[in-house]
Protein backbone atom coordinates (compact mmCIF):
# COMPACT_ATOMS: atom_id res chain seq x y z
CA UNK A 1 0.00 0.00 0.00
CA UNK A 2 2.44 2.41 1.51
CA UNK A 3 5.90 2.49 1.36
CA UNK A 4 9.10 4.52 2.49
CA UNK A 5 12.47 3.59 1.92
CA UNK A 6 15.46 4.59 2.93
CA UNK A 7 13.92 8.27 3.47
CA UNK A 8 15.36 10.90 5.03
CA UNK A 9 15.48 14.83 5.56
CA UNK A 10 17.81 16.94 7.75
CA UNK A 11 17.12 20.27 8.25
CA UNK A 12 19.03 23.11 7.81
CA UNK A 13 21.74 21.16 6.41
CA UNK A 14 25.08 22.23 6.39
CA UNK A 15 24.65 24.86 8.88
CA UNK A 16 25.46 25.07 12.84
CA UNK A 17 21.71 24.59 13.36
CA UNK A 18 21.54 21.37 11.03
CA UNK A 19 19.01 18.32 12.33
CA UNK A 20 17.98 15.40 11.38
CA UNK A 21 14.33 15.10 11.06
CA UNK A 22 14.07 11.60 9.68
CA UNK A 23 16.94 9.05 8.90
CA UNK A 24 16.93 6.09 6.79
CA UNK A 25 13.13 5.67 7.47
CA UNK A 26 11.83 2.21 6.23
CA UNK A 27 8.16 1.56 6.50
CA UNK A 28 5.63 -0.75 4.67
CA UNK A 29 2.15 -0.53 5.55
CA UNK A 30 -0.46 -3.32 4.39
CA UNK A 31 -3.47 -2.66 2.96
CA UNK A 32 -5.82 -2.53 6.16
CA UNK A 33 -3.39 -1.63 8.49
CA UNK A 34 -3.70 1.01 11.54
CA UNK A 35 -0.52 2.16 13.10
CA UNK A 36 0.07 4.42 16.01
CA UNK A 37 2.94 6.79 15.95
CA UNK A 38 4.78 7.85 19.28
CA UNK A 39 7.87 9.62 20.04
CA UNK A 40 9.35 12.31 21.91
CA UNK A 41 9.27 15.83 21.11
CA UNK A 42 11.33 16.14 17.57
CA UNK A 43 11.68 12.77 17.06
CA UNK A 44 10.24 13.56 13.20
CA UNK A 45 6.46 11.98 13.27
CA UNK A 46 5.50 15.19 11.42
CA UNK A 47 8.04 15.66 9.55
CA UNK A 48 7.23 11.90 8.53
CA UNK A 49 3.87 12.93 7.83
CA UNK A 50 4.94 16.46 5.80
CA UNK A 51 7.19 13.53 3.52
CA UNK A 52 4.32 11.29 3.00
CA UNK A 53 1.48 14.25 1.84
CA UNK A 54 4.09 15.77 0.06
CA UNK A 55 4.52 19.21 1.82
CA UNK A 56 7.93 17.79 2.11
CA UNK A 57 10.17 16.14 -0.41
CA UNK A 58 13.13 14.03 1.30
CA UNK A 59 16.27 14.38 0.58
CA UNK A 60 17.30 10.82 0.04
CA UNK A 61 14.89 8.10 -0.73
CA UNK A 62 11.08 7.14 -1.91
CA UNK A 63 7.78 7.29 -1.24
CA UNK A 64 5.58 4.70 -2.73
CA UNK A 65 1.59 4.50 -2.98
CA UNK A 66 0.85 1.10 -4.76
CA UNK A 67 3.93 0.54 -5.80
CA UNK A 68 3.81 3.55 -8.25
CA UNK A 69 6.68 6.26 -7.00
CA UNK A 70 5.44 9.38 -5.65
CA UNK A 71 8.42 10.71 -3.67
CA UNK A 72 8.50 13.97 -6.40
CA UNK A 73 4.81 14.39 -6.89
CA UNK A 74 3.91 17.81 -5.65
CA UNK A 75 1.29 17.66 -2.64
CA UNK A 76 -1.85 18.24 -4.65
CA UNK A 77 -1.11 16.02 -7.19
CA UNK A 78 -0.69 13.44 -4.52
CA UNK A 79 -3.58 14.42 -2.22
CA UNK A 80 -6.33 12.46 -4.56
CA UNK A 81 -4.88 8.82 -2.64
CA UNK A 82 -4.10 10.88 0.69
CA UNK A 83 -6.60 12.03 3.38
CA UNK A 84 -5.26 14.32 6.07
CA UNK A 85 -6.82 15.54 9.49
CA UNK A 86 -4.33 18.42 11.14
CA UNK A 87 -4.01 18.67 14.44
CA UNK A 88 -5.17 22.30 14.55
CA UNK A 89 -9.39 22.15 14.49
CA UNK A 90 -8.66 25.29 12.15
CA UNK A 91 -6.51 23.83 9.66
CA UNK A 92 -8.58 21.60 8.17
CA UNK A 93 -12.21 22.98 6.75
CA UNK A 94 -12.91 26.95 5.38
CA UNK A 95 -13.89 29.10 8.20
CA UNK A 96 -15.78 31.48 5.80
CA UNK A 97 -17.79 28.87 3.73
CA UNK A 98 -20.46 26.71 4.45
CA UNK A 99 -20.41 23.18 6.06
CA UNK A 100 -21.78 21.75 2.68
CA UNK A 101 -19.43 23.87 0.55
CA UNK A 102 -16.57 22.62 2.25
CA UNK A 103 -18.01 18.90 1.65
CA UNK A 104 -17.97 19.69 -1.52
CA UNK A 105 -14.69 20.89 -2.03
CA UNK A 106 -13.65 17.09 -0.16
CA UNK A 107 -15.83 14.94 -2.45
CA UNK A 108 -13.98 16.85 -5.46
CA UNK A 109 -10.93 15.50 -3.89
CA UNK A 110 -10.41 12.70 -6.63
CA UNK A 111 -12.47 14.54 -9.56
CA UNK A 112 -11.71 17.73 -11.51
CA UNK A 113 -12.89 20.88 -10.81
CA UNK A 114 -14.81 21.95 -13.46
CA UNK A 115 -17.32 24.53 -13.88
CA UNK A 116 -20.69 22.28 -12.59
CA UNK A 117 -21.81 23.61 -9.31
CA UNK A 118 -20.46 22.56 -6.25
CA UNK A 119 -23.46 22.02 -4.10
CA UNK A 120 -26.20 20.29 -6.35
CA UNK A 121 -29.55 18.39 -4.23
CA UNK A 122 -27.66 15.27 -5.21
CA UNK A 123 -24.74 15.68 -3.64
CA UNK A 124 -26.61 17.53 -0.90
CA UNK A 125 -28.40 14.64 0.30
CA UNK A 126 -25.28 12.56 0.14
CA UNK A 127 -23.91 14.99 2.63
CA UNK A 128 -26.65 15.09 4.57
CA UNK A 129 -26.67 11.05 5.42
CA UNK A 130 -22.77 11.70 5.74
CA UNK A 131 -23.13 14.33 8.43
CA UNK A 132 -25.90 12.31 10.24
CA UNK A 133 -23.05 9.68 10.72
CA UNK A 134 -21.18 12.35 12.91
CA UNK A 135 -24.59 12.39 15.56
CA UNK A 136 -23.74 15.96 16.37
CA UNK A 137 -26.60 17.38 14.36
CA UNK A 138 -24.47 19.38 11.96
CA UNK A 139 -26.60 17.97 9.13
CA UNK A 140 -29.17 20.46 10.05
CA UNK A 141 -26.72 23.31 10.03
CA UNK A 142 -25.81 22.48 6.33
CA UNK A 143 -25.81 26.18 5.63
CA UNK A 144 -23.70 27.32 8.51
CA UNK A 145 -20.66 28.87 8.11
CA UNK A 146 -18.24 26.18 9.37
CA UNK A 147 -16.43 29.09 11.32
CA UNK A 148 -19.14 28.96 13.88
CA UNK A 149 -18.60 25.70 14.36
CA UNK A 150 -16.85 24.63 17.92
CA UNK A 151 -13.70 22.96 17.65
CA UNK A 152 -14.95 19.56 18.05
CA UNK A 153 -17.19 20.24 15.31
CA UNK A 154 -14.80 21.67 13.21
CA UNK A 155 -12.51 18.33 13.84
CA UNK A 156 -14.94 16.23 13.20
CA UNK A 157 -15.99 17.60 9.98
CA UNK A 158 -12.48 17.70 8.81
CA UNK A 159 -11.86 13.85 9.57
CA UNK A 160 -15.35 13.22 7.50
CA UNK A 161 -13.86 15.44 4.85
CA UNK A 162 -10.87 13.64 5.05
CA UNK A 163 -12.20 10.05 4.78
CA UNK A 164 -15.25 11.29 2.66
CA UNK A 165 -13.66 9.95 -0.38
CA UNK A 166 -12.03 6.63 1.00
CA UNK A 167 -8.83 7.54 0.28
CA UNK A 168 -6.00 4.83 0.29
CA UNK A 169 -4.24 5.96 3.03
CA UNK A 170 -5.60 8.21 5.96
CA UNK A 171 -3.05 10.40 7.97
CA UNK A 172 -4.02 11.63 11.54
CA UNK A 173 -1.60 14.14 12.93
CA UNK A 174 -2.29 14.24 16.68
CA UNK A 175 -5.92 14.89 15.62
CA UNK A 176 -6.88 15.32 18.89
CA UNK A 177 -4.12 17.05 20.81
CA UNK A 178 -5.86 20.11 20.27
CA UNK A 179 -9.35 19.46 22.02
CA UNK A 180 -10.61 19.34 25.56
CA UNK A 181 -10.27 15.45 27.17
CA UNK A 182 -14.17 15.01 26.52
CA UNK A 183 -14.46 15.95 22.68
CA UNK A 184 -10.85 14.34 22.04
CA UNK A 185 -12.91 11.37 23.55
CA UNK A 186 -15.59 11.91 20.83
CA UNK A 187 -13.26 12.35 18.06
CA UNK A 188 -11.06 9.43 18.68
CA UNK A 189 -14.56 6.89 18.75
CA UNK A 190 -15.48 8.40 15.03
CA UNK A 191 -12.12 7.71 14.21
CA UNK A 192 -12.56 4.32 15.39
CA UNK A 193 -15.42 3.79 13.84
CA UNK A 194 -14.39 5.38 10.16
CA UNK A 195 -11.09 3.40 10.12
CA UNK A 196 -13.11 -0.01 10.38
CA UNK A 197 -15.96 0.76 8.00
CA UNK A 198 -14.02 2.39 5.23
CA UNK A 199 -11.23 -0.02 5.74
CA UNK A 200 -9.31 2.56 5.42
CA UNK A 201 -5.14 1.85 5.61
CA UNK A 202 -4.18 5.01 8.46
CA UNK A 203 -1.29 6.31 10.20
CA UNK A 204 -2.23 8.23 13.15
CA UNK A 205 0.64 10.02 15.48
CA UNK A 206 -0.33 10.16 18.51
CA UNK A 207 1.09 11.72 21.77
CA UNK A 208 -1.38 9.66 24.11
CA UNK A 209 0.67 6.60 24.88
CA UNK A 210 -2.42 4.49 26.08
CA UNK A 211 -4.09 5.39 22.85
CA UNK A 212 -1.50 4.70 20.79
CA UNK A 213 -1.48 1.24 22.67
CA UNK A 214 -5.30 0.66 22.20
CA UNK A 215 -6.47 1.67 19.06
CA UNK A 216 -4.81 0.23 15.82
CA UNK A 217 -2.79 -3.21 15.03
CA UNK A 218 0.71 -1.80 14.62
CA UNK A 219 2.00 0.41 17.06
CA UNK A 220 5.58 2.29 15.85
CA UNK A 221 7.99 4.70 17.91
CA UNK A 222 9.85 6.93 16.57
CA UNK A 223 13.06 8.88 18.61
CA UNK A 224 15.80 11.32 17.12
CA UNK A 225 14.38 10.88 13.85
CA UNK A 226 14.49 6.94 13.23
CA UNK A 227 11.85 4.03 14.12
CA UNK A 228 13.52 2.41 16.64
CA UNK A 229 10.57 0.26 18.32
CA UNK A 230 8.25 -1.63 15.92
CA UNK A 231 4.97 -3.33 17.87
CA UNK A 232 3.13 -5.61 15.99
CA UNK A 233 -0.64 -6.70 17.02
CA UNK A 234 0.43 -10.24 19.03
CA UNK A 235 2.61 -7.84 20.97
CA UNK A 236 0.57 -5.01 21.69
CA UNK A 237 -2.23 -6.89 23.09
CA UNK A 238 -0.32 -7.55 26.21
CA UNK A 239 1.64 -4.00 26.49
CA UNK A 240 1.24 -1.52 28.77
CA UNK A 241 2.43 1.94 29.21
CA UNK A 242 5.52 1.24 31.59
CA UNK A 243 6.26 -1.34 29.73
CA UNK A 244 6.51 1.18 26.66
CA UNK A 245 8.55 3.98 28.29
CA UNK A 246 10.75 1.17 29.66
CA UNK A 247 11.41 0.15 26.29
CA UNK A 248 12.10 3.56 25.25
CA UNK A 249 14.37 4.01 27.79
CA UNK A 250 16.52 0.98 27.49
CA UNK A 251 16.61 1.49 23.31
CA UNK A 252 17.52 5.45 23.37
CA UNK A 253 19.20 5.85 25.95
CA UNK A 254 17.23 8.77 27.62
CA UNK A 255 13.54 9.39 28.92
CA UNK A 256 11.01 9.88 27.14
CA UNK A 257 10.39 14.03 26.73
CA UNK A 258 7.49 15.50 25.45
CA UNK A 259 5.72 18.62 27.37
CA UNK A 260 2.15 16.92 26.10
CA UNK A 261 2.67 13.44 26.72
CA UNK A 262 -0.23 11.45 28.14
CA UNK A 263 0.78 8.53 29.96
CA UNK A 264 -3.45 7.57 29.89
CA UNK B 1 -28.59 68.12 -9.60
CA UNK B 2 -30.54 65.15 -10.54
CA UNK B 3 -28.41 65.25 -13.80
CA UNK B 4 -25.10 65.00 -11.48
CA UNK B 5 -27.13 62.24 -9.50
CA UNK B 6 -27.87 60.56 -13.08
CA UNK B 7 -24.29 60.68 -14.34
CA UNK B 8 -23.15 60.06 -10.84
CA UNK B 9 -25.03 56.48 -11.02
CA UNK B 10 -24.06 55.88 -14.51
CA UNK B 11 -20.45 56.03 -13.75
CA UNK B 12 -21.31 54.07 -10.91
CA UNK B 13 -22.41 51.01 -12.94
CA UNK B 14 -19.46 51.21 -15.68
CA UNK B 15 -16.87 51.66 -12.19
CA UNK B 16 -18.85 48.33 -10.31
CA UNK B 17 -17.13 45.75 -12.68
CA UNK B 18 -13.61 47.38 -11.58
CA UNK B 19 -15.46 47.28 -8.11
CA UNK B 20 -16.01 43.41 -8.38
CA UNK B 21 -12.86 42.53 -9.84
CA UNK B 22 -10.81 44.06 -6.68
CA UNK B 23 -13.38 42.13 -4.75
CA UNK B 24 -11.96 39.13 -6.30
CA UNK B 25 -8.67 39.26 -5.22
CA UNK B 26 -9.14 41.95 -1.59
CA UNK B 27 -11.57 39.91 -0.37
CA UNK B 28 -11.97 36.56 -2.24
CA UNK B 29 -7.85 35.61 -2.58
CA UNK B 30 -6.90 37.94 0.22
CA UNK B 31 -3.99 39.17 -1.94
CA UNK B 32 -3.73 42.98 -2.50
CA UNK B 33 -3.29 43.36 -6.33
CA UNK B 34 -1.79 46.76 -7.08
CA UNK B 35 -2.75 45.72 -10.95
CA UNK B 36 -5.35 47.39 -11.27
CA UNK B 37 -4.05 50.48 -11.48
CA UNK B 38 -2.24 49.30 -14.77
CA UNK B 39 -5.01 46.80 -15.96
CA UNK B 40 -7.31 49.72 -15.86
CA UNK B 41 -5.89 51.62 -18.54
CA UNK B 42 -5.13 48.75 -20.29
CA UNK B 43 -8.78 48.02 -21.04
CA UNK B 44 -8.93 51.61 -21.64
CA UNK B 45 -5.81 51.60 -24.05
CA UNK B 46 -7.10 48.47 -26.05
CA UNK B 47 -10.78 49.09 -26.27
CA UNK B 48 -10.08 53.09 -27.60
CA UNK B 49 -7.53 51.79 -30.13
CA UNK B 50 -9.84 48.94 -31.49
CA UNK B 51 -13.09 51.73 -31.75
CA UNK B 52 -10.94 54.29 -33.43
CA UNK B 53 -9.75 51.44 -35.68
CA UNK B 54 -13.62 50.46 -36.28
CA UNK B 55 -13.75 47.77 -34.64
CA UNK B 56 -16.99 46.82 -33.08
CA UNK B 57 -17.78 47.83 -29.75
CA UNK B 58 -18.50 44.43 -28.78
CA UNK B 59 -14.94 43.19 -30.23
CA UNK B 60 -13.81 46.23 -28.57
CA UNK B 61 -14.88 45.11 -24.91
CA UNK B 62 -13.86 41.51 -25.61
CA UNK B 63 -10.63 42.68 -26.28
CA UNK B 64 -10.46 44.55 -23.15
CA UNK B 65 -11.51 42.01 -21.01
CA UNK B 66 -9.30 39.77 -22.48
CA UNK B 67 -5.74 41.98 -22.52
CA UNK B 68 -6.73 42.56 -18.58
CA UNK B 69 -6.96 38.62 -18.10
CA UNK B 70 -3.66 38.21 -19.79
CA UNK B 71 -1.75 41.33 -17.67
CA UNK B 72 -3.04 39.61 -14.32
CA UNK B 73 -1.77 36.30 -15.40
CA UNK B 74 1.53 38.02 -15.63
CA UNK B 75 1.21 39.23 -11.60
CA UNK B 76 -0.13 35.87 -10.95
CA UNK B 77 2.76 33.93 -12.43
CA UNK B 78 5.35 36.87 -11.02
CA UNK B 79 3.85 35.87 -7.70
CA UNK B 80 3.35 31.93 -7.48
CA UNK B 81 6.11 31.01 -10.17
CA UNK B 82 8.51 33.61 -9.40
CA UNK B 83 7.83 33.46 -5.31
CA UNK B 84 7.89 37.55 -5.47
CA UNK B 85 5.96 39.07 -2.66
CA UNK B 86 2.49 40.04 -3.48
CA UNK B 87 2.50 43.66 -3.81
CA UNK B 88 5.40 43.71 -5.24
CA UNK B 89 4.19 41.76 -8.25
CA UNK B 90 1.04 43.93 -8.41
CA UNK B 91 3.73 47.68 -8.44
CA UNK B 92 5.82 45.27 -10.89
CA UNK B 93 3.19 44.46 -13.61
CA UNK B 94 1.35 47.97 -13.18
CA UNK B 95 4.79 50.13 -13.60
CA UNK B 96 5.36 47.35 -16.69
CA UNK B 97 2.07 48.33 -18.02
CA UNK B 98 2.74 51.61 -18.10
CA UNK B 99 4.94 51.31 -20.88
CA UNK B 100 2.65 48.74 -22.24
CA UNK B 101 -0.33 50.74 -22.64
CA UNK B 102 1.89 53.59 -24.18
CA UNK B 103 3.01 50.58 -26.71
CA UNK B 104 -0.77 49.93 -27.20
CA UNK B 105 -1.92 53.60 -27.88
CA UNK B 106 1.26 54.64 -29.27
CA UNK B 107 0.51 58.08 -27.65
CA UNK B 108 -0.43 59.45 -24.29
CA UNK B 109 -4.36 59.31 -24.86
CA UNK B 110 -6.96 58.98 -28.03
CA UNK B 111 -9.74 60.35 -28.71
CA UNK B 112 -12.69 58.72 -29.66
CA UNK B 113 -15.21 61.64 -30.16
CA UNK B 114 -16.55 59.97 -33.29
CA UNK B 115 -17.54 56.89 -31.65
CA UNK B 116 -21.17 56.54 -30.43
CA UNK B 117 -21.09 55.59 -26.77
CA UNK B 118 -23.06 52.27 -25.76
CA UNK B 119 -26.83 52.63 -24.77
CA UNK B 120 -26.60 56.78 -25.93
CA UNK B 121 -29.67 56.19 -27.99
CA UNK B 122 -31.59 55.46 -25.28
CA UNK B 123 -34.05 57.68 -23.53
CA UNK B 124 -34.99 58.88 -21.00
CA UNK B 125 -31.98 58.70 -19.10
CA UNK B 126 -33.25 56.07 -16.22
CA UNK B 127 -34.70 53.61 -18.89
CA UNK B 128 -30.57 53.89 -20.16
CA UNK B 129 -29.85 53.47 -16.42
CA UNK B 130 -31.77 50.58 -16.06
CA UNK B 131 -30.87 48.63 -19.12
CA UNK B 132 -27.26 49.55 -18.34
CA UNK B 133 -28.22 48.12 -14.80
CA UNK B 134 -29.12 45.12 -15.89
CA UNK B 135 -26.10 44.30 -17.69
CA UNK B 136 -23.94 44.74 -14.61
CA UNK B 137 -26.32 42.57 -12.83
CA UNK B 138 -25.84 39.68 -15.66
CA UNK B 139 -22.41 40.13 -14.84
CA UNK B 140 -22.70 39.76 -11.18
CA UNK B 141 -24.94 36.64 -11.64
CA UNK B 142 -22.44 34.78 -13.93
CA UNK B 143 -19.31 35.79 -11.13
CA UNK B 144 -21.82 34.24 -8.42
CA UNK B 145 -22.59 31.38 -10.03
CA UNK B 146 -19.05 30.64 -11.14
CA UNK B 147 -17.75 31.36 -7.48
CA UNK B 148 -20.82 28.48 -6.86
CA UNK B 149 -19.10 25.68 -8.83
CA UNK B 150 -15.90 23.29 -7.78
CA UNK B 151 -13.52 25.43 -9.54
CA UNK B 152 -14.80 28.52 -7.85
CA UNK B 153 -15.13 26.57 -4.63
CA UNK B 154 -11.23 26.09 -4.85
CA UNK B 155 -11.15 29.85 -5.35
CA UNK B 156 -12.42 30.84 -2.35
CA UNK B 157 -10.84 28.09 -0.69
CA UNK B 158 -7.68 29.49 -1.60
CA UNK B 159 -8.36 32.86 -0.31
CA UNK B 160 -9.95 31.08 3.08
CA UNK B 161 -7.51 28.19 3.81
CA UNK B 162 -4.54 27.51 1.05
CA UNK B 163 -3.32 24.09 3.25
CA UNK B 164 -6.28 22.29 3.34
CA UNK B 165 -7.56 22.97 -0.04
CA UNK B 166 -4.29 21.81 -1.22
CA UNK B 167 -4.66 19.06 0.97
CA UNK B 168 -7.79 18.29 -1.88
CA UNK B 169 -5.74 18.15 -4.75
CA UNK B 170 -6.42 21.68 -5.54
CA UNK B 171 -3.26 23.45 -7.41
CA UNK B 172 -3.60 26.69 -5.29
CA UNK B 173 -1.13 28.28 -7.65
CA UNK B 174 -3.48 27.93 -10.67
CA UNK B 175 -6.28 28.78 -8.58
CA UNK B 176 -4.66 32.06 -7.32
CA UNK B 177 -3.07 32.80 -11.10
CA UNK B 178 -7.33 32.29 -12.02
CA UNK B 179 -8.43 34.40 -9.56
CA UNK B 180 -5.93 37.35 -10.75
CA UNK B 181 -6.84 36.89 -14.19
CA UNK B 182 -10.24 37.23 -13.72
CA UNK B 183 -10.53 40.00 -11.39
CA UNK B 184 -8.26 42.05 -13.82
CA UNK B 185 -10.55 40.92 -16.89
CA UNK B 186 -13.43 42.83 -15.05
CA UNK B 187 -10.92 45.71 -14.53
CA UNK B 188 -9.62 46.26 -17.95
CA UNK B 189 -13.28 45.85 -18.99
CA UNK B 190 -14.24 48.61 -16.87
CA UNK B 191 -11.53 50.41 -18.30
CA UNK B 192 -13.02 50.24 -21.57
CA UNK B 193 -16.55 51.00 -20.83
CA UNK B 194 -15.42 54.31 -19.54
CA UNK B 195 -12.92 55.02 -22.30
CA UNK B 196 -15.80 54.58 -24.36
CA UNK B 197 -18.12 56.19 -22.72
CA UNK B 198 -15.95 59.38 -21.84
CA UNK B 199 -15.07 59.25 -25.22
CA UNK B 200 -10.89 59.11 -24.67
CA UNK B 201 -8.72 57.29 -23.38
CA UNK B 202 -5.57 58.39 -21.38
CA UNK B 203 -2.31 57.19 -20.13
CA UNK B 204 -2.81 58.09 -16.74
CA UNK B 205 -6.71 56.92 -16.39
CA UNK B 206 -6.25 54.08 -14.08
CA UNK B 207 -4.01 55.96 -11.79
CA UNK B 208 -5.71 55.36 -8.00
CA UNK B 209 -8.05 52.90 -9.28
CA UNK B 210 -7.37 50.31 -6.82
CA UNK B 211 -7.96 52.76 -3.54
CA UNK B 212 -11.42 53.75 -5.28
CA UNK B 213 -12.01 50.19 -5.68
CA UNK B 214 -11.11 49.27 -2.43
CA UNK B 215 -13.28 52.32 -1.36
CA UNK B 216 -16.36 50.96 -3.14
CA UNK B 217 -15.87 47.19 -1.74
CA UNK B 218 -15.62 48.49 1.97
CA UNK B 219 -18.79 51.00 1.81
CA UNK B 220 -20.66 48.57 0.31
CA UNK B 221 -19.71 45.73 2.83
CA UNK B 222 -20.41 48.64 5.36
CA UNK B 223 -23.81 49.27 3.84
CA UNK B 224 -25.55 46.11 2.42
CA UNK B 225 -23.41 43.59 4.47
CA UNK B 226 -21.46 40.31 3.11
CA UNK B 227 -22.94 37.09 4.41
CA UNK B 228 -23.01 35.31 1.36
CA UNK B 229 -21.34 35.28 -2.36
CA UNK B 230 -24.68 36.95 -3.49
CA UNK B 231 -24.36 40.02 -1.09
CA UNK B 232 -21.03 40.40 -0.83
CA UNK B 233 -21.14 40.67 -4.74
CA UNK B 234 -24.64 42.44 -4.71
CA UNK B 235 -22.24 45.11 -2.02
CA UNK B 236 -19.52 45.52 -4.27
CA UNK B 237 -21.41 47.04 -7.12
CA UNK B 238 -23.83 48.94 -5.13
CA UNK B 239 -20.48 50.38 -3.51
CA UNK B 240 -19.01 51.59 -6.41
CA UNK B 241 -22.82 53.58 -7.06
CA UNK B 242 -22.66 54.91 -3.76
CA UNK B 243 -18.98 55.91 -3.95
CA UNK B 244 -19.91 57.54 -7.13
CA UNK B 245 -22.40 59.54 -5.51
CA UNK B 246 -20.69 60.60 -2.32
CA UNK B 247 -18.29 62.23 -4.48
CA UNK B 248 -20.47 63.84 -6.38
CA UNK B 249 -22.05 65.25 -3.92
CA UNK B 250 -18.50 66.30 -2.26
CA UNK B 251 -17.61 67.87 -5.40
CA UNK B 252 -20.69 70.23 -4.69
CA UNK B 253 -19.33 71.67 -1.58
CA UNK B 254 -17.55 74.66 -2.39
CA UNK B 255 -14.05 74.86 -0.94
CA UNK B 256 -13.43 71.22 -2.01
CA UNK B 257 -11.97 71.32 -4.83
CA UNK B 258 -11.81 68.20 -7.65
CA UNK B 259 -8.18 67.68 -7.01
CA UNK B 260 -9.51 66.95 -3.49
CA UNK B 261 -11.22 63.59 -4.66
CA UNK B 262 -8.04 60.80 -4.14
CA UNK B 263 -7.78 62.91 -0.75
CA UNK B 264 -11.27 62.02 0.34
CA UNK B 265 -10.99 58.15 -1.22
CA UNK B 266 -8.01 57.57 0.91
CA UNK B 267 -9.67 59.12 3.69
CA UNK B 268 -12.70 57.15 3.32
CA UNK B 269 -10.38 53.99 2.97
CA UNK B 270 -9.00 54.25 6.46
CA UNK B 271 -11.78 55.15 8.07
CA UNK B 272 -13.67 51.87 6.90
CA UNK B 273 -10.33 50.08 7.57
CA UNK B 274 -9.59 51.25 10.84
CA UNK B 275 -13.48 51.23 12.52
CA UNK B 276 -14.36 47.95 12.41
CA UNK B 277 -11.20 46.81 14.10
CA UNK B 278 -11.37 49.18 16.61
CA UNK B 279 -14.93 48.25 17.32
CA UNK B 280 -14.14 44.53 17.49
CA UNK B 281 -11.33 45.08 20.02
CA UNK B 282 -13.97 47.44 22.21
CA UNK B 283 -16.60 45.63 21.83
CA UNK B 284 -14.65 42.01 22.67
CA UNK B 285 -13.10 44.26 25.71
CA UNK B 286 -16.40 45.08 27.17
CA UNK B 287 -17.71 41.43 26.23
CA UNK B 288 -14.81 39.88 28.52
CA UNK B 289 -15.20 42.43 31.62
CA UNK B 290 -19.03 41.26 31.52
CA UNK B 291 -18.53 37.78 31.55
CA UNK B 292 -15.55 37.80 33.94
CA UNK B 293 -18.35 40.00 36.51
CA UNK B 294 -20.88 37.11 35.82
CA UNK B 295 -18.66 34.63 37.03
CA UNK B 296 -17.52 36.48 39.46
CA UNK B 297 -20.63 36.94 40.63
CA UNK B 298 -21.70 33.25 40.50
CA UNK B 299 -19.21 32.11 42.77
CA UNK B 300 -19.73 34.40 45.00
CA UNK B 301 -23.08 33.19 45.31
CA UNK B 302 -22.37 29.21 45.49
CA UNK B 303 -19.26 28.99 47.53
CA UNK B 304 -16.91 26.00 45.88
CA UNK B 305 -16.99 23.01 47.11
CA UNK B 306 -13.32 22.07 47.36
CA UNK B 307 -12.41 24.79 50.35
CA UNK B 308 -9.27 25.85 49.37
CA UNK B 309 -5.86 24.86 51.45
CA UNK B 310 -5.15 28.47 53.39
Known amino acids: ?264 | MLDSMYGAVELGLLYSLMALGVFITFRILDFPDLTVDGSFATGGAVAAVLLSNGYSMWIAMIAAFLAGTVAGACTGLLHTKGKINGLLSGILMMIALHSINLRIMGKPNTSLLDIEPMFSSISPIWVKLIVMAVCILVIKFLLDAFLRTDMGLALRATGDNPRMIRSFGANTDNTKMLGISLSNGLVALSGGLIAQQSSYADISMGIGMIVIGLASVIIGEAIFGARTVFWATLAAVLGSIVYRIVVALALRVEWLEASDLKLITALIVIVALVLPSARRAMKQKSMAKKRSAQLTAEASKTPTPTGGAR
Request: glycine share 8%; proline share 3%; hydrophobic share 40%.
Open chain 1, 1 to 264: MLELSNVSKLFYPGTPDEKIALFGINLKLNPGDFITVIGSNGAGKSTLMNVISGVMTPDTGHVKINNSAITHLQEHQRSRWIGRVFQDPMAGTAPHMTIEENLAMAYSRDKSRGLAFGVTARRRKLFYEQLGRLNLGLEKRIRAKVGQLSGGERQALSLLMATFTKPQILLLDEHTAALDPSRAELITRLTESIVREMKLTTLMVTHNMEQAIRLGNRLIMMDKGRIILDVNEERKKDLTVAQLLGEFEQISGHKMTDDRVVFG
